[in-house]
Protein backbone atom coordinates (compact mmCIF):
# COMPACT_ATOMS: atom_id res chain seq x y z
CA UNK A 1 0.00 0.00 0.00
CA UNK A 2 1.33 3.53 -0.78
CA UNK A 3 1.56 6.52 1.64
CA UNK A 4 -0.43 9.27 1.14
CA UNK A 5 1.47 12.31 0.51
CA UNK A 6 1.20 15.84 2.37
CA UNK A 7 3.16 18.98 3.13
CA UNK A 8 3.27 21.07 6.04
CA UNK A 9 3.48 24.90 5.12
CA UNK A 10 6.03 26.88 7.41
CA UNK A 11 5.91 30.60 6.14
CA UNK A 12 4.78 31.88 9.56
CA UNK A 13 7.88 30.37 11.33
CA UNK A 14 10.32 31.30 8.23
CA UNK A 15 8.76 34.94 8.77
CA UNK A 16 9.42 34.61 12.61
CA UNK A 17 12.86 33.45 12.07
CA UNK A 18 13.35 36.68 10.07
CA UNK A 19 11.89 38.47 12.62
CA UNK A 20 8.58 39.46 10.77
CA UNK A 21 5.94 39.15 12.85
CA UNK A 22 2.88 40.91 11.24
CA UNK A 23 1.39 39.31 7.99
CA UNK A 24 1.29 42.92 6.42
CA UNK A 25 4.78 43.02 6.49
CA UNK A 26 4.68 40.98 3.28
CA UNK A 27 2.37 43.37 1.70
CA UNK A 28 4.97 45.46 0.31
CA UNK A 29 8.26 43.29 -0.60
CA UNK A 30 5.37 41.74 -2.76
CA UNK A 31 4.35 44.70 -4.13
CA UNK A 32 7.93 45.52 -5.05
CA UNK A 33 7.90 42.04 -7.20
CA UNK A 34 4.66 43.44 -8.74
CA UNK A 35 2.49 41.05 -6.72
CA UNK A 36 -0.68 42.40 -5.64
CA UNK A 37 -2.66 40.12 -2.89
CA UNK A 38 -5.39 42.18 -0.93
CA UNK A 39 -4.28 41.75 2.95
CA UNK A 40 -6.58 38.80 3.40
CA UNK A 41 -5.18 37.09 0.59
CA UNK A 42 -1.58 38.00 2.56
CA UNK A 43 -3.32 36.61 5.78
CA UNK A 44 -4.43 33.37 4.29
CA UNK A 45 -1.27 33.09 2.92
CA UNK A 46 0.46 33.25 6.02
CA UNK A 47 -2.02 31.67 8.42
CA UNK A 48 -3.26 28.91 6.23
CA UNK A 49 -1.99 26.25 3.94
CA UNK A 50 -2.13 27.13 0.66
CA UNK A 51 -3.64 24.26 -1.77
CA UNK A 52 -2.85 25.89 -4.86
CA UNK A 53 0.14 28.02 -4.89
CA UNK A 54 1.08 30.63 -7.87
CA UNK A 55 4.90 29.75 -8.45
CA UNK A 56 5.58 33.53 -9.29
CA UNK A 57 4.73 33.78 -5.32
CA UNK A 58 6.52 31.09 -4.20
CA UNK A 59 9.62 32.73 -5.83
CA UNK A 60 8.50 36.05 -4.53
CA UNK A 61 8.30 34.51 -0.98
CA UNK A 62 12.13 32.69 -1.06
CA UNK A 63 12.90 35.81 -2.36
CA UNK A 64 11.86 37.98 0.05
CA UNK A 65 12.81 35.74 2.91
CA UNK A 66 16.17 34.48 1.33
CA UNK A 67 15.13 30.98 1.62
CA UNK A 68 14.79 27.69 0.05
CA UNK A 69 11.59 26.22 -1.11
CA UNK A 70 12.67 23.09 1.56
CA UNK A 71 12.46 25.93 4.06
CA UNK A 72 8.99 26.51 3.37
CA UNK A 73 7.18 23.27 2.22
CA UNK A 74 7.81 19.88 4.04
CA UNK A 75 6.68 16.85 2.00
CA UNK A 76 5.57 14.59 4.64
CA UNK A 77 3.34 11.09 4.30
CA UNK A 78 0.26 10.17 6.31
CA UNK A 79 0.50 6.22 6.93
CA UNK A 80 -2.64 4.77 6.62
CA UNK A 81 -5.10 7.64 5.53
CA UNK A 82 -7.15 5.74 2.58
CA UNK A 83 -8.15 2.68 5.22
CA UNK A 84 -10.37 4.19 7.66
CA UNK A 85 -13.58 2.22 7.64
CA UNK A 86 -16.83 4.26 6.39
CA UNK A 87 -18.48 5.60 9.63
CA UNK A 88 -22.50 4.27 9.84
CA UNK A 89 -25.29 6.37 11.22
CA UNK A 90 -26.90 5.92 14.69
CA UNK A 91 -27.57 2.15 14.87
CA UNK A 92 -27.30 1.57 11.04
CA UNK A 93 -24.93 -1.40 10.13
CA UNK A 94 -21.40 0.39 8.00
CA UNK A 95 -22.65 -1.42 4.95
CA UNK A 96 -23.82 1.20 2.47
CA UNK A 97 -27.77 1.16 1.65
CA UNK A 98 -28.52 -0.69 -1.59
CA UNK A 99 -31.63 0.18 -3.81
CA UNK A 100 -33.46 -2.54 -1.88
CA UNK A 101 -33.14 -1.79 1.11
CA UNK A 102 -34.71 1.71 1.13
CA UNK A 103 -38.05 0.53 0.68
CA UNK A 104 -40.70 2.99 1.92
CA UNK A 105 -37.65 5.57 2.34
CA UNK A 106 -38.26 5.79 -1.41
CA UNK A 107 -40.31 8.54 -2.62
CA UNK A 108 -43.75 8.22 -4.29
CA UNK A 109 -44.09 9.45 -7.94
CA UNK A 110 -46.11 12.63 -8.37
CA UNK A 111 -49.11 12.72 -10.53
CA UNK A 112 -49.85 15.82 -12.09
CA UNK A 113 -54.11 16.00 -12.89
CA UNK A 114 -55.22 18.97 -15.05
CA UNK A 115 -58.04 20.62 -13.37
CA UNK A 116 -59.88 21.65 -16.68
CA UNK A 117 -60.74 17.65 -18.04
Same mark, same amino acid.
Given at each position: ????? +?????????????????? @????????? =??????????? =????? =? /?????? *??????? &? !?????? &??? !?? /???????? #?? /? *????????? #??? @????????? /?? =???? !??? +??
Amino acid at each position: MTAKL +DYQWHLRKVMADRGMFST @TDLTEPLEE =REIKLSSSQVY =RLVVE =R /PERLSL *KILMALM &D !ILDCRM &DDL !IE /PISVAGAG #AR /P *KKAAAGGSS #AAP @TSEGLGSLR /PK =RARI !IRG +DQ
